[in-house]
């Protein structure tokens, strides 16, 4: 069940020199704009708050003299000045919470504008308030501070310069409040520490969202990013409908678990899980949450490779004790999804979370976790398609379709590339940013050095050259071969701890033929054409000089004939011509692989893949 929550929005003006913030433009940035503040929450909390019956009251002007600048007098003196407006009523009868703008919220002095105590608190009535000064203030302190009115509380987690008001001033202040990256609640410090000798690290999932018009300043565009699922379900539980939350045992030794998880603003299936530790107290202690945050939505600020804490991925988080009586969410780490390695141990435990594949396209966006206790350091290594690049023509031979048209059939020398990307599992642990495995990669036996250069490799009686390049982040590797050279080489990629330790090693095999066989537009065309008079069956050709595949083609009516018979296995219809020249067709030695027909017979359409000799990838999508 949504919760209703009547938001009271009171304006006071304490300067007059700036001119009254326009109602339009107050409506759009805090309740009903595209990327609203009440949006925001609605939106965040998977459609559990409602703001139904909440009001922008009309503009007052106060009075405020520094030192008197406090959040609590500033609402206090708009709240009395309201009551004033309003003889004989109380205006703020049945609204739950109270968010103040104080316009602009600020003294000038010397030419420079210093900003006053703005944040939340309680009323004498118990009522919450939020108190915004607009000049200063971005949408996402605005968020931040609405998040206290309506109940929630600060997330933890690395340790920060968040709590340090005083930044200017000698005395540095470190700890773990507003330490989690991923969530609205640790605003605006996100983790970030930037104070001091260092160690520094830094974190911001924000993005530069819509602009407002007239309203006072350009900070006011920053939005983003959700509050994490952990800590709505820290707060209200009740906001998780049927199936949005998937609550199971920690796993024992030898077990592993598996489940599908979907982003925050997912219209249905599970978006947190949570895994229950061996004696749970009823507060929940020591429980963990694993939650999927992709690039998208309130997210979009969220990084997919860089430094950045806030990482887009599986993030981690488990309910601690921070103070008597104080329970909060800690950020523990994740999961990234560009990183190397494809799980996290939680540190300290033995509880590890794995990104066994993901999806980001579409509204059907997931991601498939896995858990299990221990971990076990290794490397795998994923080789791309090969990507081949004609260079130029070396030579052809002619032939005739069954219907006397001629054909070319063409020599084309090629360079290829083909990227291999690496994983690793067991070199994870720490939510700070740290350095990633050092990884080592090997062609034919040499180191590869730097992010490009070249190798020399031996392959049949001979010595050829291949560049290379390695993505600084993801440790991708890319080798590319010279035209009209067929090579091959043995990869090998090696991961170790930063500064030595366990290690593993993983082997791959890079190959390119150099040139390939194929046959002109034109032929294509002739035989398609040739094909429907024959059969009925209309053929779209779709990329005409692709690669057939690895290896020089020889044409083989074999594979014509089992082309044939899918089509008397597929089709739907099959028409009396259609029938009576299949067998004739059966005889004609061309080769479907770069056909890659799209058969359509009485209206009805079946999409037939590459067959052949070689790979079997499937790379189209036809509609």
């Given at each position: 069940?949504?919760?209703?929550?009547?938001l009271?929005?009171?304006?006071?003006?304490?300067?007059?020199?700036?001119?009254?913030?326009?109602?339009e433009?107050?409506?759009?940035?805090?309740?009903?704009?595209?990327?609203?503040v009440?949006?925001?929450?609605?939106?965040?909390?998977?459609?559990?708050?409602?703001?139904?019956?909440?009001?922008?009251?009309?503009?007052?002007?106060?009075?405020?003299?520094?030192?008197?600048t406090?959040?609590?007098?500033?609402?206090?003196?708009?709240?009395?000045?309201?009551?004033?407006?309003?003889?004989?009523?109380?205006?703020l009868?049945?609204?739950?919470?109270?968010?103040?703008?104080?316009?602009?919220g600020?003294?000038?002095?010397?030419?420079?504008?210093?900003?006053?105590?703005?944040?939340?608190?309680?009323?004498?009535?118990?009522?919450?308030?939020?108190?915004?000064?607009?000049?200063?203030?971005?949408?996402?302190?605005?968020?931040?501070?609405?998040?206290?009115?309506?109940?929630?509380?600060?997330?933890f987690?690395?340790?920060?310069?968040?709590?340090?008001?005083?930044?200017?001033?000698?005395?540095?202040i470190?700890?773990?409040?507003?330490?989690?990256?991923?969530?609205i609640?640790?605003?605006?410090?996100?983790?970030?520490r930037?104070?001091?000798?260092?160690?520094?690290?830094?974190?911001?999932?924000?993005?530069?969202g819509?602009?407002?018009?007239?309203?006072?300043?350009?900070t006011?565009?920053?939005?983003?990013?959700?509050?994490?699922?952990?800590?709505?379900?820290?707060?209200?539980?009740?906001?998780?409908?049927?199936?949005r939350?998937?609550?199971r045992?920690?796993?024992?030794?030898?077990?592993?678990?598996?489940?599908?998880?979907?982003?925050?603003?997912?219209?249905?299936?599970?978006?947190?899980?949570?895994?229950?530790?061996?004696?749970?107290?009823?507060?929940?202690?020591?429980?963990?949450?694993?939650?999927y945050?992709?690039?998208r939505?309130?997210?979009?600020?969220?990084?997919?490779?860089?430094?950045?804490?806030?990482?887009?991925?599986?993030?981690?988080?488990?309910?601690e004790?921070?103070?008597?009586?104080?329970?909060?969410?800690?950020?523990?780490?994740?999961?990234?999804?560009?990183?190397?390695?494809?799980?996290?141990?939680?540190?300290?435990q033995?509880?590890?979370?794995?990104?066994?594949?993901?999806?980001?396209?579409g509204d059907?966006?997931?991601?498939?976790?896995?858990?299990?206790?221990?971990?076990?350091?290794?490397?795998?290594?994923?080789?791309?398609?090969?990507?081949e690049?004609?260079?130029?023509?070396?030579?052809?031979?002619?032939?005739?379709?069954?219907?006397?048209?001629?054909?070319?059939?063409?020599?084309?020398?090629?360079?290829?590339?083909?990227?291999?990307?690496?994983?690793?599992?067991?070199?994870?642990?720490?939510?700070i940013?740290?350095?990633?495995?050092?990884?080592?990669w090997?062609?034919?036996?040499?180191?590869?050095?730097?992010?490009?250069?070249?190798v020399d490799?031996?392959?049949?009686?001979?010595?050829?050259?291949?560049?290379?390049?390695?993505?600084?982040?993801t440790?991708?590797?890319?080798?590319?071969?010279?035209?009209?050279?067929?090579?091959?080489?043995?990869?090998?990629?090696?991961?170790?701890?930063?500064?030595?330790?366990?290690?593993?090693?993983?082997?791959?095999?890079?190959?390119?033929?150099?040139?390939?066989?194929?046959?002109?537009?034109?032929s294509?065309?002739?035989?398609?054409q040739?094909?429907?008079?024959?059969?009925?069956?209309?053929?779209?050709?779709e990329?005409?000089?692709?690669p057939?595949?690895?290896?020089?083609?020889?044409?083989?009516?074999?594979e014509?004939?089992?082309?044939?018979?899918?089509?008397q296995?597929?089709?739907?219809?099959?028409?009396?011509?259609?029938?009576?020249?299949?067998?004739?067709l059966?005889?004609?030695g061309?080769?479907?692989?770069?056909?890659?027909?799209?058969?359509?017979?009485?209206?009805k359409?079946?999409?037939?893949?590459?067959?052949?000799?070689?790979?079997s990838?499937?790379?189209?999508?036809?509609?």
């Amino acid at each position: 069940m949504p919760k209703p929550f009547k938001l009271a929005i009171v304006r006071a003006r304490h300067n007059p020199a700036y001119q009254y913030i326009p109602d339009e433009t107050c409506i759009e940035m805090v309740m009903t704009g595209r990327q609203s503040v009440l949006r925001y929450w609605a939106e965040t909390t998977q459609g559990y708050f409602d703001f139904l019956g909440s009001a922008l009251m009309p503009w007052l002007d106060i009075v405020l003299t520094p030192p008197a600048t406090d959040r609590v007098t500033q609402v206090v003196t708009a709240i009395s000045a309201l009551r004033d407006a309003n003889p004989g009523v109380d205006p703020l009868a049945g609204f739950d919470g109270v968010l103040l703008l104080t316009h602009p919220g600020g003294s000038t002095a010397g030419g420079m504008f210093t900003a006053w105590d703005a944040g939340s608190g309680t009323l004498g009535d118990g009522r919450p308030f939020s108190a915004i000064t607009t000049v200063p203030s971005t949408s996402v302190f605005i968020c931040h501070e609405l998040g206290h009115t309506l109940g929630f509380d600060h997330s933890f987690g690395v340790d920060n310069n968040g709590t340090d008001w005083a930044p200017a001033d000698a005395t540095i202040i470190v700890g773990p409040e507003y330490g989690a990256p991923h969530d609205i609640m640790s605003a605006e410090s996100f983790g970030s520490r930037w104070l001091g000798t260092g160690p520094f690290w830094s974190g911001n999932p924000t993005f530069l969202g819509d602009d407002v018009v007239n309203w006072p300043s350009q900070t006011g565009r920053w939005r983003g990013p959700h509050v994490s699922r952990a800590n709505l379900h820290r707060w209200f539980p009740e906001a998780f409908g049927p199936g949005r939350v998937v609550e199971r045992p920690a796993p024992a030794q030898g077990e592993t678990g598996r489940v599908r998880l979907h982003p925050p603003s997912a219209n249905s299936g599970p978006t947190l899980l949570i895994l229950h530790p061996p004696g749970e107290p009823s507060s929940g202690i020591g429980r963990v949450y694993v939650e999927y945050r992709p690039v998208r939505d309130w997210d979009i600020g969220l990084k997919l490779m860089g430094a950045d804490l806030a990482q887009a991925g599986l993030v981690v988080h488990t309910l601690e004790t921070v103070a008597p009586g104080a329970d909060r969410v800690w950020y523990r780490g994740g999961v990234p999804m560009n990183g190397v390695d494809s799980d996290f141990q939680l540190p300290g435990q033995q509880l590890t979370v794995g990104l066994e594949g993901f999806a980001d396209d579409g509204d059907d966006a997931w991601a498939d976790v896995t858990y299990m206790l221990g971990s076990v350091r290794s490397i795998s290594i994923g080789a791309g398609d090969p990507i081949e690049t004609p260079l130029g023509e070396s030579g052809s031979t002619t032939g005739r379709t069954p219907c006397g048209d001629t054909i070319t059939k063409v020599v084309l020398s090629s360079s290829t590339l083909t990227f291999f990307a690496v994983t690793t599992t067991g070199f994870a642990g720490s939510a700070i940013p740290r350095t990633p495995p050092t990884i080592t990669w090997r062609v034919d036996g040499k180191t590869l050095f730097g992010s490009s250069g070249t190798v020399d490799v031996a392959f049949d009686g001979a010595v050829f050259t291949l560049e290379y390049t390695i993505d600084p982040v993801t440790f991708e590797l890319g080798l590319t071969s010279r035209g009209g050279e067929k090579v091959g080489a043995s990869i090998e990629v090696a991961a170790s701890e930063a500064g030595g330790g366990a290690s593993a090693v993983a082997q791959a095999r890079f190959d390119a033929r150099g040139w390939y066989e194929t046959y002109t537009p034109e032929s294509l065309i002739a035989m398609a054409q040739c094909i429907k008079r024959l059969s009925d069956v209309d053929i779209l050709v779709e990329s005409p000089i692709e690669p057939p595949g690895p290896g020089p083609v020889e044409i083989d009516p074999t594979e014509v004939r089992m082309f044939v018979e899918r089509i008397q296995k597929d089709a739907v219809v099959l028409s009396p011509r259609m029938q009576i020249n299949l067998t004739r067709l059966a005889s004609f030695g061309t080769h479907n692989r770069v056909l890659n027909p799209l058969i359509r017979e009485n209206g009805k359409s079946t999409h037939f893949s590459r067959i052949g000799n070689g790979s079997s990838a499937q790379r189209h999508d036809n509609t």
